[in-house]
């Protein structure tokens, strides 16, 4: 929020800049200033104020596209001038200059296009700086519980997200879990990828364990089903790693899930990235991060076997 408000009293400052300057009678300026140094100084003061602007509504807006921050910053900026040199007209000596309006438009011009390039070189240089990055294909499950892991792992992977849960009943909580999931994609501008539903075939896997406890042996079935159907993903698509946004919850078991990924890392031409996301408080962090965004937290794992029981 600070870097906000910052953001925004720069073009605030810069316009009152403008305004005192342009307050000031004519022969309060001692040195004499040439046509072309007046020229100069109304594209710099409206190429400076149009860029602050992109800076600041970009800061803002983050829904808006930067073509139309551009044009908003262009179309605020040459709307200041002409305000400024309405305002000129009853300072002793100044007056309205339509020409004048021509220069600061051209500056509101020159500062926009300053800005779209230079955010296109820094787009090109965070593109080669994640290019660098290894690929990460990240299984995820419930996205109330892994934003926070995807958050944690974008830092260092290029992280592609893999929903695919055929555990998970009625298919309406599916749906409502698949949403979430697309939701945390676009919010964090990452690729998903989607794997078929198939509860059918899941019920058959899992066909006599239907009694099972949590971690039992029921829970191990679908934890290698899911974790074998993201490693053979990543090794078609040639990621460097797979893992798996289960190991954030308490209720499942870390070390079998690590287990069950090194196996398949030895079958497969792809690394297990041997993470167990609960540590130093990472589902206390999953639950804060949640909530912050909105997401929706599911009380139950996933499958029918593990819904609460009715009183």
Known sequence: ???????????????????TLSHQPYDFFIIEVTNAQQIVAHIFLYAVLAYLIVFAVAGWEKSWQLKN????????????????????????????????LIFDSLGALLGAFLFYHVKKFSNGVNFLR?????????????????????????KDFRVVLYFYNPNVFPKKEYDIRLEQAKK??????LKLLIGGYGHDDWLKLVKGYEGEPERGRRCLLCYSERLKETAKMAEKMNFNYFTTTLTVSPHKDAREIARIGKELEEKLNVEFLDKDFKKQDGFKKTC?????????????????FSMPKEE
């Open 288 to 304: 804060e991060l949640s909530k912050k965004l909105g997401l929706y937290r599911q009380n139950y794992c996933g499958c029918e």
């Open 69 to 100: 921050i551009i044009l908003f910053s262009i179309f605020f900026s040459i709307f200041y001038g002409i305000t400024d040199e309405y305002h000129q007209g009853f300072i002793l000596g100044r007056f309205v200059s339509y020409l004048d």
């Open 184 to 189: 945390i994609a676009k919010k964090f501008h």
């Open 1 to 19: 929020m600070l870097s906000k408000i910052f953001k925004t009293l720069l073009p605030v400052l810069w316009m009152a800049i403008i305004f």
């Open 130 to 154: 994640e290019f660098k990055k290894p690929k990460l294909l990240l299984h995820v499950c419930c996205i109330g519980c892994g934003a926070y892991v995807v958050k944690n792992l974008k």
